[in-house]
Nanobody, 125 residues
């Protein structure tokens, strides 16, 4: 079982930037796709971005394309989400997740079996 711990959330003004980090431990990190999801108050959890086990493939939801960048450092068992040009609608709890299957990358929450505790991102307008 993998353990995931997010950090880097906080309060930022609209137009600002934040970098989220996710530290993974417990099993072979380099063979699993990783992703970020978010959940705003009163809304369902939604996909934000995913990165393949090599880092060569990336998926983004349309609303963050061109603003957010997902990356990973498998040597350090870390995943990052660089968020630029933040908007008030980006306000949510952000979760790091590991895919349930090796060598697979998808954007469905049901495909991810391990989750972190979440980190709050609040964007003030």
């Amino acid at each position: 079982q993998v353990q995931l711990v997010e950090s880097g959330g906080g309060l930022v003004q609209a137009g600002g930037s934040l970098r989220l980090s996710c530290a993974a431990s417990g099993r072979t990190f380099s063979t699993y796709a990783m992703a970020w999801f978010r959940q705003a108050p009163g809304k369902e959890r939604e996909f934000v971005a995913a990165i393949s086990w090599t880092g060569g493939s990336k998926l983004y939801t349309d609303s963050v394309k061109g603003r957010f960048t997902i990356s990973r450092d498998s040597a350090k068992n870390m995943v990052y989400l660089q968020m630029n040009s933040l908007k008030s609608e980006d306000t949510a709890v952000y979760y790091c997740a590991e895919h349930s299957m090796r060598w697979k990358i998808t954007d469905r929450a049901a495909d991810f079996g391990s989750w972190g505790q979440g980190t709050q991102v609040t964007v003030s307008s």
